[in-house]
């Protein structure tokens, strides 16, 4: 072989390999950050199926405990702001926020027999412990991929390459408190 074909084959070597390299490199991480929004639209749907059961839920409530008025609209405007937020770190504030307020109704109801003597009441908390099983396990899911993606962007070459293109770390997504439902209603005392 002449000298030409070997610096020829020697400036493929020299600068493909690396731009093949890059490429790679990047496709990964653009393939962790579509599982991570990914990931965010699963929880989405459950957190959008927690709020069609919420009014419902608040409703009977409401007409059982009409003197915890102010726990009540807590929760519809905290609903009514996850509603409206936009943007994953909003969204995220939001359902906390939303999540405090559940969990304040649920001490209410847990401190009147009369509530959870209903079936109507039982079906909604086994609705709202359902969907917040489902929550659960997307947001484990979501985290995981969180962890794969923002692993790979601090880790050489990635956090190289994820600068050059503007790529940031991603926010893990956590609701407060892991179990906030709990699924056996606790016993009542007569």
Known sequence: ???????????????GLPLLAM????????????RCEQAFADIDVQLRHRHD???SLVETVRSFAGHEKSIVDNVMTAR????RAVGSTDKL??????TASIVRLLAV??????IQAGSHFSELRGEI???????????RFLNLAVGE??????????????????????????????????????????
């Open 1 to 15: 072989m002449s000298s030409v074909v070997w610096l020829a084959l020697l400036a493929v070597v020299v600068v």
């Open 23 to 34: 490429m790679v490199i990047y496709n990964r991480l653009a393939t962790l950050a579509r």
């Open 53 to 55: 059961v919420i009014p």
């Open 80 to 83: 009514a702001e996850a509603l």
């Open 93 to 98: 504030e939001a359902e906390s926020a939303l």
């Open 109 to 114: 109801v847990e401190a009147n027999p009369t």
């Open 129 to 139: 412990v359902d969907v917040n099983n489902k929550i659960s396990a997307a947001r």
């Open 149 to 190: 993606y923002n692993g790979a962007l601090d880790r050489f070459p990635g956090n190289l390459i994820g600068r050059r293109f503007g790529l940031r770390e991603k926010r893990s997504y956590s609701l407060g408190l892991d179990r906030v439902f709990v699924e056996d209603a606790p016993a009542v005392k007569i």
